[in-house]
């Protein structure tokens, strides 16, 4: 006769063929994925790469160095000839002013307000309102002159005109007296474009009859 089966070694037993089937079906899946994909040919993990701030490229000083020039306009060309022109022209303007205004206003009109005015015999006179109330008390008369010639700077804002002058005085007498002198003009360019006097000269001269030849 056999011995009855113990049911609790049965149970026990069927455990652990249980426990020992699933440990070896996890290993062959293990396996199995293993070698579906290997791990050399597994993609690495990327990192995320953080933005560079790069500067800004500056140029070099010999790129700026080379860098075109704006063109600059070219100056107006300068006519000596026809500056010489306009100034005997002012000056001839002025001596008919004289003539028919009377030298103290003339020279007040053509004179810049800092001239000077220089004359043989007598001190120097400065400012056009000093040289006006000066001719206006002196000896009456018509002051008329004759521009001989003109010249201007190179810069054409300077220039002089010289030549012969001749005072007639108001007198009683039947015959006027007459004084003959050389002068010279100094003018000065304005900012409106016209010119003024800024110095004015004379001198006596001899009657034409007595000049040297």
């Known amino acids: 006769m056999k011995p009855a089966a113990n049911p609790i070694a049965f149970n026990t037993l069927t455990g652990a063929l249980r426990t020992t089937h699933l440990i070896f079906l996890l290993l062959i899946s293990m396996l199995f994925f293993s070698a579906c994909v290997p791990i050399g040919t597994r993609p690495p993990s990327k990192i995320p790469e953080k933005p560079v701030d790069v500067a800004p490229e500056q140029p070099s000083k010999q790129a700026a160095a080379t860098a075109p020039k704006p063109v600059q306009p070219e100056p107006a060309e300068f006519n000596l000839e026809a500056e010489r022109n306009a100034l005997l022209e ?52 018509f002051f008329t002159w004759q521009p ?48 003024k006097v800024v110095l ?4 006596p001269s001899p009657p034409p009859a007595e000049r040297r030849q």
């Open 90 to 141: 002012n000056d001839l303007s002025f001596s008919r002013m004289s003539e028919e205004k009377g030298a103290a206003q003339a020279f007040y009109e053509f004179l810049a307000p800092e001239a000077i005015s220089l004359s043989a015999g007598e001190p120097s006179i400065r400012g056009r309102d000093a040289i006006k109330v000066h001719l206006a008390a002196g000896p009456q008369g």
């Open 148 to 195: 001989q010639a003109a010249d201007v700077a190179r810069s054409g804002d300077m220039g002089f005109t010289w030549g012969t002058a001749i005072f007639q005085s108001k007198g009683t007498e039947e015959k006027p007296g007459i004084t003959y002198s050389k002068y010279v003009s100094v003018w000065k360019k304005q900012q409106n474009g016209g010119w």
């Open 200 to 203: 004015f000269s004379s001198t």
